[in-house]
């Protein structure tokens, strides 16, 4: 094999491979803490407004506090559900884990079918980076999809 080829493979790799693949690793955790944060302050909050609920038919205390709450907490829940589903926490963290998967995946040899027809070393390092950035902008490809699918609201109908 060509040391330049082995240089530029190896150099591919580590830079690009790897550091992308890191990143869309990291980000992938990000998201997927986000969403679980959210989901449990969410089970918090339906927690906190059942004991509200159930104080404020007993008459325990100041029965307007508990009025306030019984109306707070259910919109402050309401808040962190459009939130979440603005930010699509758990399709980001889909996407990201996608594109993880599919990267190793495109990264790996490929045992040539027939040894016979062998490619050279340059043909080989070509065919892996070809499909690696596939992969790569398959992934980007994917942020277009995520943000037609967010609905913005039409405030000239209102």
């Known amino acids: 094999m060509n040391p330049r080829t082995d240089q530029l493979q190896s150099f591919y790799r580590e830079h690009r491979i790897n550091d992308q693949l890191g990143f869309y690793t990291r980000r992938r955790a990000l998201y997927d803490r986000a969403a679980n944060q959210a989901l449990a302050l969410s089970a918090i909050l339906l927690g906190f407004t059942t004991a509200v609920a159930a104080l404020t038919g007993v008459r325990v205390g100041a029965a307007w506090v508990w009025a306030i709450l019984a109306t707070v907490l259910p919109a402050?829940?309401?808040?962190?559900?459009?939130?979440?589903?603005?930010?699509?926490?758990e399709q980001q963290s889909k996407?990201?884990?996608?594109?993880?998967?599919?990267?190793?995946?495109?990264?790996?040899?490929?045992?040539?079918?027939?040894?016979?027809?062998?490619?050279s070393a340059e043909e080989d390092a070509a065919e892996l980076i070809k499909r690696v950035e596939a992969v790569f902008r398959q992934e980007q490809a994917q942020w277009g999809q995520l943000t037609s699918q967010i609905e913005i609201?039409?405030?000239t109908k209102a």
């Open 153 to 155: 609201p039409d405030e």
């Open 95 to 119: 996407i990201y884990g996608d594109a993880v998967r599919a990267g190793r995946a495109a990264a790996r040899p490929v045992v040539d079918p027939d040894p016979a027809a062998s490619r």
């Open 76 to 89: 402050a829940s309401t808040a962190l559900t459009s939130y979440s589903s603005l930010y699509a926490f």
